[in-house]
């Protein structure tokens, strides 16, 4: 079921100028006077226009031009239990070979958008072309266009990778746009005010050579911890997990992933199943 909008209000994520204080106080030197006089709504204005123009379409192969996303977009669904790590009886079995597409017994199809508003860090599995990066832009959309209360941060897991920077840094990069003096200090504030919400996309498009894959996913177990009040989102493929290389419990029906602090709930991680 749709969620309608006034389901969810807009509050005041995007009314930056309340971090402008904050952001002054902890600032010294130079730098000091630019934040005096900087505009803080043209800077949260101009990001989500940044927002609205990445993500906001997409190039459908066979078409000249980009498609709104809004226009092609369907509602999408999780499930909670990932059907891949489950353990069936003979009966179960038989009746999966006979409908590979139903759900594990006991699941709960839930709207992907409502339990993104609902619940906090998710774990998004799902299987080649399933839709999870599209879903991940959707969310974004939805919070530059304030139907989410959140201010989205896309982070390209595998982008992210390649530019062999830090995460802060990297994630500091996403607001170029709105000409900060210095962007960190104010990406700081906004993650430890609850208002932001990170996307993580592909976590299973990093090489795992030389251990790449296992660093990235310890800098987002700190991430997590450090800002504890950002909702996250991370998507990855199904086989990834299923494969033990992400450090999965498969004796557990419910697939945690322990690597990213699933298995314990010490994150407050919920892995969830996409489809559409």
């Known amino acids: 079921m749709p969620i309608s909008p006034l389901a969810i209000t807009a509050a005041g994520a995007w009314l930056w100028d309340k971090y402008g204080k904050t952001v002054v106080d902890k600032t010294a030197g130079a730098v000091k006077g630019g934040w005096d006089k900087f505009k803080w ?3 949260a204005e101009k990001y989500r226009a940044k927002i609205k123009k990445l993500y906001g379409t997409m190039q459908i192969m066979g078409m000249a031009e980009p498609v709104p996303l809004d226009d092609i977009f369907t509602d999408a669904y999780m499930l909670d239990k990932p059907t891949a790590f489950g353990r069936f009886n003979i009966e179960r079995l038989k009746q999966s070979s006979a409908d590979p597409e139903a759900p594990p017994p006991q699941a709960e199809r839930v709207n992907g958008l409502r339990l993104v508003v609902e619940k906090g860090n998710l774990f998004i599995l799902g299987k080649p072309g ?23 941060v896309f982070v390209s897991l595998k982008e992210w990778a390649d530019s062999e920077k830090e995460l802060m840094p990297f994630i500091a990069e996403r607001f170029d746009i709105c000409d900060f003096p210095d962007a960190q200090p104010f990406v700081e504030e906004l993650l430890k005010s609850s208002s932001a919400v990170v996307l993580f996309d592909g976590l299973d498009e990093v090489n795992q050579e030389s251990g790449q894959r296992d660093r990235q996913t310890r ?3 700190n991430f997590v911890e450090k800002y504890d009040r950002t909702q996250c989102l991370i998507t990855c493929r199904l086989a990834a997990c299923a494969d033990g290389s992400l450090g999965c419990a498969d004796d557990s029906p419910g697939g945690e992933v322990s690597s990213l602090g699933c298995a314990d709930d010490s994150l407050g991680c919920k892995d969830v199943i996409f489809e559409r």
């Open 130 to 152: 399933a839709g999870k990066t599209t879903f991940l832009k959707y969310i974004a959309v939805k919070a530059a266009e304030q139907t989410i209360d959140k201010v989205p």
């Open 219 to 221: 800098a987002m177990n």
């Open 41 to 43: 709504n043209d800077a």
